[in-house]
């Protein structure tokens, strides 16, 4: 499979807290993208890195890409209860706009 | 804009039948996506299209599977006959040429019994 693979699988901290979620990934990439999926929902895009940039930022959101260990990291901080969902990563199937190919997801709680 | 509106969101069916699943992407959008998310298997790409054409099928799973955008503001993904394992939610994403981004809509969970 060439899935990205998060880590971990499922991660519950207190609210206030940072979560960091982590992917990886096989082959070269032109860019990496970061979803999110509420119980039930579709995915929301939240944030896209390139593969000449090496962290980006978003509100309470950081994403670092590490192209040499086919990396990527996500930090939420100062979680919310409303951040609880599920958190995937993706990269293009091909080499451009077209199908991604997604991880298996963090699934992330938030305890009040 | 209302997003990418898919119909309908459940459907139960019985094996054997045939399914029908609609999708109608952003619009100014020309890229479209077809997904499908399992607990086993997670999100899966089955296909896609540019400006109405399909580009890449390479993740449909059998020949039951086939999909269609007659224009550039509707697509189905039909399924024919249906089985018990083709019971997941269903997903369409629609994106812009000069974006990466994908825009899903809600799914539709399809359940064959």
């Known amino acids: 499979s060439q899935q990205g693979e998060e880590d971990p699988q499922a991660l519950s901290i207190q609210e206030g807290e940072n979560a960091t979620m982590n992917c990886s990934y096989k082959?070269?990439?032109?860019?990496l993208q970061w979803y999110r999926q509420n119980s039930g929902r579709g995915l929301v895009h939240l944030i896209l890195?390139?593969?000449?940039?090496r962290e980006k930022h978003s509100g309470r959101l950081r994403v670092t890409l590490d192209t040499s260990k086919k990396s990527s990291s996500l930090l939420i901080t100062a979680s919310r209860a409303a951040d609880t969902a599920s958190y995937f990563c993706?990269?293009?199937?091909?080499?451009?706009?077209?199908?991604?190919?997604f991880g298996k997801g963090t699934h992330l709680i938030i305890q009040p | 804009d209302a997003g990418v509106i898919q119909s309908p969101r459940h459907e139960v069916t019985e094996m054997g039948q045939e399914v029908t699943l609609r999708c109608k992407p952003i619009?100014?959008?020309?890229?479209l996506f077809w997904y499908r998310q399992t607990m086993m298997r997670g999100l899966e790409l089955l296909i896609y299209?540019?400006?109405?054409?399909?580009?890449?099928d390479s993740g449909m799973p059998e020949d039951r599977f086939s999909a269609k955008m007659p224009n550039a503001s509707f697509s189905t993904l039909k399924i024919q006959p249906s089985e018990p394992r083709d019971s997941a939610v269903y997903f369409c994403?629609?994106?812009?040429?000069?974006?990466?981004?994908?825009?899903f809509g809600p799914g539709t969970r399809l359940t064959v019994t």
């Open positions: 994403a629609s994106s812009s040429q000069t974006g990466y981004e994908q825009y």
């Open positions: 082959t070269s990439i032109n860019n």
């Open positions: 890195i390139r593969s000449n940039e």
């Open positions: 993706a990269r293009p199937s091909g080499g451009g706009a077209d199908g991604l190919t």
């Open positions: 619009s100014g959008h020309n890229s």
């Open positions: 299209f540019n400006n109405n054409v399909p580009i890449d």
